[in-house]
């Protein structure tokens, strides 16, 4: 461990913890099932964290990065989304490997259409510049007047688009480390017991994406629908969801610590309106 001149841990622990509380009001079913497993885990770790933006100029995945690259997470992985004209890399700590990954996406602004370049544009110049340089801008949630018809059409060319739009910055979801539970060890069992919450899966690609053989396995919720206040009336839109995901060995004996893009497709939808 790196002393606390390179290393802020504590720093780092209430940074997350914040991204956490913002994380449960968006998705109260998030707390709900932590604490549930919470009664018969000794440990309940969260394996990574998940942030969405725009490839704009002003934004892309630095703005987002920067805020944990101060407590020495690095870039590992880099991904790429042909279909939802996506692209993303992921982060790990360098000094604490227990410490949560974080995964950035962005949209690709320029492989959308003129309607949806325009919403962008215009919504992210009314972002204060000097809030983009605060850890606080990881969840502060959108910096502009939202309008439920502009939500409907951009959902209509890319889901993405209109789950930022709505919600802005902050966590798109949290990921319970299946390894460290002492309840469950096989993903298909925690997801009955999920699912016996009264709790509904992403079934995209079927409920586990990933195989043991591609060292990864990962289910997720689907997003819960909450109120929000648009600028021309109150509608409930999926918001946040929780994953979970069980990681397997490397012939070195240490535990993939990185994500397969077909699957990642499929938990994206997680967001998706139920049609």
Same mark, same amino acid.
């Given at each position: 461990?790196?002393?606390?001149?390179?290393?802020?841990?504590?720093?780092?622990?209430?940074?997350?913890?914040?991204?956490?509380?913002?994380?449960?009001?968006?998705?109260?079913?998030?707390?709900?099932? +932590?604490?549930?497993?919470?009664?018969?885990?000794?440990?309940?770790?969260?394996?990574?964290?998940?942030?969405?933006?725009?490839?704009?100029?002003?934004?892309?995945?630095?703005?987002?990065?920067?805020?944990?690259?101060?407590?020495?997470?690095?870039?590992?992985?880099?991904? +790429? +989304?042909?279909?939802?004209?996506? #692209?993303?890399?992921?982060?790990?700590?360098?000094?604490?490997?227990?410490?949560?990954?974080?995964?950035?996406?962005?949209?690709?602004?320029?492989?959308?259409?003129?309607?949806?370049?325009?919403?962008?544009?215009?919504?992210?110049?009314?972002?204060?510049?000097?809030?983009?340089?605060?850890?606080?801008?990881? $969840?502060?949630?959108?910096?502009?007047?939202?309008? $439920?018809?502009?939500?409907?059409?951009?959902?209509?060319?890319?889901?993405?688009?209109?789950?930022? #739009?709505?919600?802005?910055?902050?966590?798109?979801?949290?990921?319970?480390?299946?390894?460290?539970?002492?309840? +469950?060890?096989?993903?298909?069992?925690?997801?009955?017991?999920?699912?016996?919450?009264?709790?509904?899966?992403?079934?995209?690609?079927?409920?586990?994406?990933?195989?043991?053989?591609?060292?990864?396995?990962?289910?997720?919720?689907?997003?819960?629908?909450?109120?929000?206040?648009?600028?021309?009336?109150?509608?409930?839109?999926?918001?946040?969801? #929780?994953?979970?995901?069980?990681? #397997?060995?490397?012939?070195?004996?240490?535990? $993939?610590?990185?994500?397969?893009?077909?699957?990642?497709?499929?938990?994206?939808?997680?967001?998706?309106?139920?049609?």
């Amino acid at each position: 461990m790196a002393n606390s001149q390179t290393y802020n841990e504590q720093g780092l622990n209430q940074f997350l913890e914040k991204m956490w509380t913002d994380y449960c009001e968006m998705n109260p079913q998030a707390d709900f099932i +932590f604490k549930s497993l919470k009664q018969n885990n000794t440990h309940v770790l969260n394996d990574h964290i998940a942030l969405r933006t725009f490839n704009h100029k002003k934004l892309g995945l630095k703005s987002l990065s920067q805020h944990f690259e101060k407590y020495g997470y690095i870039e590992k992985g880099e991904y +790429f +989304f042909k279909e939802k004209k996506l #692209y993303a890399k992921h982060y790990e700590n360098k000094f604490d490997k227990n410490q949560p990954k974080i995964f950035i996406s962005e949209l690709e602004c320029e492989k959308m259409s003129p309607f949806t370049q325009k919403i962008i544009n215009s919504i992210v110049e009314q972002i204060p510049t000097d809030i983009l340089q605060t850890e606080s801008f990881i $969840y502060s949630g959108h910096h502009w007047t939202i309008n $439920y018809e502009t939500y409907s059409k951009l959902a209509d060319e890319s889901e993405y688009a209109s789950w930022v #739009y709505a919600f802005g910055f902050r966590p798109n979801h949290f990921t319970v480390n299946i390894n460290a539970l002492n309840q +469950f060890d096989k993903i298909a069992d925690l997801n009955t017991y999920i699912k016996s919450l009264g709790i509904k899966l992403n079934a995209s690609g079927g409920e586990i994406k990933g195989t043991p053989e591609e060292l990864l396995e990962q289910s997720s919720t689907m997003a819960g629908e909450i109120t929000v206040k648009f600028h021309d009336g109150e509608y409930k839109i999926p918001a946040c969801y #929780y994953e979970f995901a069980k990681r #397997y060995c490397l012939p070195d004996g240490q535990l $993939y610590q990185g994500f397969i893009a077909k699957s990642a497709d499929k938990i994206f939808e997680s967001t998706n309106r139920i049609k």
